[in-house]
C-alpha cells in the first residue's frame, strides 16, 4: 500500500479538539512521533503529565513513576502512591455527573435498564459492604461469572473498592474451564447468576457455577443474581441471593486506598500448552494504562458512550467498563449476540442507546457482511463519531464494508492491538492521523515497540517480531504464582525485550500491520509469510465468507499450506472452486505460496473473543492433541474441521 492507500483523514479543527492533540499543543510537541519519542524516552516526565491530565486522584502521592531495582520485567509502578480504581471510576465523578447515566445494560429480549452515577455508586457500595461481611479481605479473590450486564460491572467494582481481586470467567465457559480458573485463585466467594439468554435458550449459569465449586474447596459462598428467576438447585449456608444479600446493607462504603501495584484483577489467558495463564493486572498499571488509552487513542470524554461487542472474560470487557468510567463516559452493555433476534441487533443497539463509540472485530463484521447493508440502513447512526476494532488482523473487503456503510465513510475505524499482559494497546490508529485501510498509525505513546528480524534488530518492509523495549504502566505483575513461565513466555528470547508474540510489519511509509500470532507464521520455500495474509486473499474471493491458513510438514519444502475456506451462502464446495481458490492464491501470493489443499468447513473454531484458533486447526488437521480448549466457543468448528479433513 502506498499514501494513495488513505481512507479517511481528519479535519484539521477537529484534531485539535481531541485530547491527544490538546495534550500535544500544552506540551509543545508538533506531531505525534515527537510525543511517541519523548514518552519513551522520559518516563518520569510522560506518566507524570498523563497523571495530571487525567486527573488521576491519589490518596497518598507516588514518590516517582517507576522503580526498576529489580531489572526491566518487574518494575514497581509508581512507588509510594496509594489510590483506589473504584474511586477513580465513580467518586471523583458524582460532583459533577451524579444524575448522568453511567451503564446503560440491555438483555437479549429488549429489556433495557440505566444506572447513574449514583445508583452505581450505591450499589457499589451495598455489595461491596456484603462482600466484606462475608469475610472478603483485602488480597483475597472473588470469582466473577456473570453475563455481560450492570451486575457484572457493580460485582467487579464493590471488589475493588475493598481492594480484593476479581477473577473473571467467559460467560460460555463449562464447569471444567470455571474450576480451572477458580482454584487456580483460590477464589473465597464466586458471584454468577441464575440463568441468562443466548440465541432464545436458556444459558444455565448456576448449575454450571454448582458443578465448578464442587471442585474448588476454597469457595465459601456463591452470590446469585436472580437474572431469569429460572429455578436452580440451591446449598444452604453456601448460597446466598445477591438482592436478598445486599438489601439490609449500607451504600456508603469508603475505598480502601492501596498501593498502586496492589492487584485488581487476575485474568487468564489460553495458551499452545499447558493451562490459562494467570495473568495479575494492578490498581495503578491496569487502570492508569486503561484510562491513558481511552483518551489519547479513543478521544473518550464525559458525556461519550461506548458499546464493545464482547464479553466479561476477555479483557476487552473490564476495559469496557472501567476505562468508560474512569473518563465520566457511559458504558453500553450487552448480553446477547449481534445478530439475533435479527441481523440488525447492534445497529438498533448503536442507534437506541446514541453510541458515540462502537467495538466490533472482524469476525463479527465478517459474519454480519452475507446480510446486507439494507440491515443498516434504517438506523440512525449519526451520533457515531469513532469505531475501534481489535482481536485479530483485518481483511480488506469487511474493512471497507465496516467503513462505507456502518460509519458512512466519515467515521475512523481505529484499529487497536496489544494484548491482556499489556493492559491494552501496543499499536493504534490515532483520530489526528490520516489511515490506510487495515493498518496501524504506529505505537501508542508510552510504548516502546519495535520490530525484530531474526537477529533481534529492527526491520523494515519485511515481517518480524513485534516487540516492546521499554517497560510501561499496566504490563503484568506476572503470571499468578508463575513468575517462571512468565519469563519463560516474555522475556527469553532477547535480553530485556519483551516480545509479543505476533508478527508485525512496517511499510515504506511507516503503517504498521499485524500478519497474525508468530507460532501460527508459514515459513514455505524459505519465505515467512503471516497466515493473515493468505486468508485476506481467499476472503477477498467472491464465494469465501470466511478462511483459516495454516502451515504442515512438506518433504520438499520443509512446510507446506493448507487452508479451510467457509463458502458463501449460494456457493457450494466443488473440486472447481477448490482448484479457482488455490490459483486464486497463487496469482496473488506467488507459485511458491500455492495451497496445497483447500478444505471446505462449515465454520472455524475460535475464541469467545473471535480470533481464529489456529493452533487447533493445525492439530486436529495433524491429528494431535490440540491443546488448552477452554477459551474455544464453538465446539462444532473442531467437528466441522475434522469432517472437511
Known sequence: MSLSD???????AAAERTRI??????????????????SVEDLEWYWSEVSRDLDWRWSTPYEKVADLSRGIPWPRWFPGGRMNLTANCI???LARRAAEPAIISEAENGESRTLTYRQLADEVGRLANTLKRLGVKAGDTVGIFLPMSQEAAIAILACTRIGAIYAPCFSGFGATAVATRLSSCEARVLITADAFSRRGNTIPMKQTADEAVAECPTIRHVIVHRR?????????????????????ESSSCEALPVEADHPALIIYTSGTTGTPKGTVLSHGGFGMKNAHDWAYVFDMDEGARMFWVTDLGWLMGPMLITGTLLMGGTVVLFEGTPDYPKPDRLWQICARHSVTHLGISPTAVRALMPYGADWIAPHDLSALRIIGSTGEPWNPEPYRWLFDHVGKARVPILNYTGGTEISGGILACFPICPIKPCSFNGAIPGMAADCYGEDGKPVRGEVGELVVTRPWPGMTNGFWHDP?????TYWSRWPDVWVHGDWAYVDEDGYWFIHGRSDDTLKIAGKRVGPAEIESVLVGHPAVNEAAAIGVPHDIKGETVVCFAVLRPGFAPTDVLRGELQQHV???????LRPDRVLFAGELPKTRSAKIMRRVIRATYLGKEPGDLSSLDNAGGINAIREAV
Open 6 to 12: 488513505i481512507i479517511w483523514r481528519p479535519d484539521a
Open 91 to 93: 467518586d471523583k465523578h
Open 484 to 488: 517462571d513461565r512468565y519469563l519463560e
Open 21 to 38: 492533540g490538546r495534550f500535544m499543543r500544552r506540551h509543545g510537541l508538533s506531531t505525534l512521533e515527537a510525543l511517541q519519542r519523548r
Open 228 to 248: 431469569s428467576g429460572a429455578a436452580v438447585a440451591w446449598t444452604t449456608g453456601r448460597d446466598l441471593w445477591w438482592h436478598e444479600a445486599v438489601a439490609s
Open 586 to 592: 497463487a496469482t496473488a501470493m506467488g507459485k511458491a
